[in-house]
C-alpha cells in the first residue's frame, strides 16, 4: 500500500482525470441518457444507468490493461474501431432525431420490456460512454506509467472516480426530465440526437484523418 501511494504523481492523477473527463463527458452524456430513457419509469432509468456504468467501466478497465495488444492481435487498428463506432452511433443519433425508439415502445407496450428497449449496453455503455477516445485515452495513460501494476490500477481509479460522476447525472436525468416537460423533452431529444450525429461524424472523421484518407485540419482559433 506505501509503495503505491509513493508511486502516486499528483500531476499525472489530474491529467489522466481531466482527460477521461474530457472524452468521457459526464455532464454532456446526461441530456442524451434522459432522451434513450425517455417514458422509462424511474426504477428502470436508474437500473439503466447503473448497469450501463457498471458495464462501461469493466471496458474501460479490461481495454485499458489489454486493448491494444488484443486490436493488434487481431489486425484492427484504433482508426478503424473509431470509425466502426462513429458508424454505430450514428445510427442511434437517426433513432433519436426521428423518435423511432417511442414508437416501437409503443408497438410493444403489451409485451413488456425487450432487450431492444434497455440502451445501457448500446449505446451508453458503448460507445457513449466507453467510447474510442475513452478507450483510446486508457490506452495512452496507462502507456505513459510503464504499464506497471500501480500505474494500471492508478489509472483504473481515476476512470472509476469519473465513471462515478456519470452515474451522478444519470440519477439527476429525472429531476431534468420534470423541470423540461413533455415538449422540452421532445425538443431536448431532437437537439441532442443532432449532437450526437455530429459526433459520430466526428468520430468517423478522426478514424479517417488518423490512417491518412483525410489530411489534418489545423485547431479552429
Known amino acids: 500500500m506505501l509503495e503505491f501511494l509513493d508511486f502516486i504523481d499528483l500531476a499525472f492523477v489530474i491529467t489522466a482525470f481531466v482527460t477521461l473527463f474530457v472524452v468521457i463527458d459526464p455532464i454532456g452524456t446526461a441530456p442524451i441518457f434522459l432522451a434513450l430513457t425517455q417514458g422509462m419509469t424511474p426504477a428502470r432509468r436508474r437500473a439503466i444507468g ?23 492481435s487481431v489486425g484492427i487498428s484504433m482508426p478503424a474501431f473509431q470509425i466502426a463506432g462513429g458508424i454505430l452511433l450514428f ?97 431536448m431529444t431532437r437537439l441532442f440526437g443532432l449532437l450526437l450525429a455530429a459526433l459520430s461524424v466526428q468520430f468517423v472523421l478522426n478514424g479517417a484523418t488518423a490512417i491518412g484518407i483525410l489530411p489534418q485540419t489545423a485547431p479552429m482559433p
Not at 447503473?50 to 493488434?72: H, P, Q, T, W
Not at 455503455?125 to 500505474?151: C, F, K, N, W, Y
Open 91 to 187: 445510427l442511434t443519433a437517426l433513432d433519436m432525431l426521428f423518435d423511432r425508439r417511442t414508437q416501437r415502445r409503443k408497438e410493444h407496450a403489451d409485451e413488456g420490456p425487450t432487450p431492444a428497449d434497455d440502451p445501457s449496453v448500446f449505446p451508453l455503455a458503448m460507445p457513449l460512454i466507453a467510447g474510442p477516445g475513452a478507450m483510446a485515452s486508457m490506452v495512452l495513460l496507462i502507456g505513459e506509467t510503464g504499464r506497471s501494476p500501480q500505474g494500471m490500477g492508478l489509472v483504473t481509479l481515476v476512470m472509476l472516480a469519473v465513471i462515478a460522476l456519470v452515474l451522478l447525472a444519470f440519477l439527476s436525468a429525472g429531476l431534468i426530465e420534470r423541470l423540461l416537460r413533455r415538449t422540452g423533452t421532445m425538443v
Open 50 to 72: 447503473i448497469r450501463a456504468c457498471v458495464i462501461a467501466a469493466i471496458l474501460l478497465a479490461l481495454f485499458g490493461i489489454a486493448g491494444e495488444d488484443f486490436l493488434r
